[in-house]
């Protein structure tokens, strides 16, 4: 069953720290978003296998896109 990591908020993707079929334990920190000046860490909420990353350094997100997806 994938997993998907939505953004919560409109903002910059400055640093994404996973690539596709890396493992990750819930915790860990996947990519930091970038929003009025304040860095933001997108963290795993259950561990899993990285299927997908669906954004790229310098990406602008939206509220709700999907950035990671863990299978």
């Known amino acids: ?30 990519l930091i978003l970038e929003s009025m000046k304040m ?8 561990g899993g296998t990285v299927s997908e990353v669906r954004v790229r350094e310098g990406d602008v997100v939206q509220e709700g896109d999907v950035l990671v997806v863990l299978g």
């Open 1 to 30: 069953m994938a997993i998907e990591i939505h953004a919560e908020m409109v903002a910059n993707v400055i640093q994404i720290l996973v690539t596709a079929d890396e493992q990750v334990a819930a915790g860990d920190t996947l």
């Open 39 to 46: 860095e933001i860490p997108v963290l795993a909420e259950d």
